[in-house]
């Protein structure tokens, strides 16, 4: 099973960044771009690629391990960039040293668990907007120019998702991957709520909401 663990914006972060793409869709080049779905937006934690099913076990109990070590933080949509002409992302911006540290944590967890993840490049939080096409090139610059601006809504990110990604097979130009959560821990440091695993669940976790008073959110990463 094709896997990697992630946290998933809840369901009013996507809308707020669903509204804020709409006039992205409105830019030159736009319908030649593959833009991902709503449904499957995510932030990377550590992408596990192929993992037997025998080192399943060993892997849901040291992620479990790994979440209840982490305490929630509070994160949002941020920025915008892209890599080289290949994809387009927005950032984050929030507790991005408590992020950094989660992903660390799971990634040691996933190696010792005998599935390590990709590690060629460092951890950079980004959630995947658009992708192009080989044969359809299109300038990704005004596209990241247009996302500077962009904050999102701030959610209370407090789950740790194992998610497999089905590839598509029918060859429908355009037909992108299939996401389901198949296994989920909350976070449960200070403040948190346990480290009793489930799997089985899809979807978002966390909760949207206004920007906690006082906070000084460190600025975007991508």
């Known amino acids: 099973m094709r896997l990697f663990a992630a946290l998933l914006p809840p369901p009013a972060a ?29 932030y990377t934690l550590a992408f596990l690629g192929e993992v037997p099913d025998d080192v399943r076990p060993a892997l849901d109990e ?3 391990r790994a979440a209840h070590r982490h305490a929630p933080c509070e994160l949002r949509t941020a920025g915008g960039g892209r890599f080289g002409d290949r994809a387009l992302w927005t950032g ?39 992708r192009t096409s ?13 996302l500077t601006d962009h904050r999102g809504t701030w959610w209370r990110a407090d789950t740790l998702s194992l998610v497999s ?15 389901t959560a198949v296994g989920k821990w909350p976070l449960g440091g200070p403040g948190g709520e346990g480290a009793a695993g489930s799997s089985g669940a899809s979807g978002a976790s966390g909760e949207g909401g206004a920007r906690p008073p006082g906070r000084q959110a460190p600025g975007t990463a991508g």
Request: without cysteine.
């Open 62 to 64: 040291r992620l479990a």
């Open 14 to 42: 996507v809308q707020a960044l669903a509204a804020d793409l709409e006039p992205l869709h409105l830019l030159p080049g736009a319908r030649q771009l593959r833009w991902t779905a709503p449904a499957g937006w995510h």
């Open 92 to 130: 984050a911006e929030g507790d991005l040293r408590a992020l950094s540290r989660l992903a660390d944590t799971v990634r040691a967890a996933a190696r010792k668990a005998g599935a390590p993840g990709d590690e060629q490049h460092g951890f950079r939080p980004h959630l995947t907007l658009a």
């Open 165 to 179: 990604s089905a590839l598509p097979r029918s060859g429908v130009p355009g037909e992108q991957p299939v996401y």
């Open 134 to 146: 080989k044969g359809a090139p299109v300038d990704l610059r005004p596209f990241a120019a247009a």
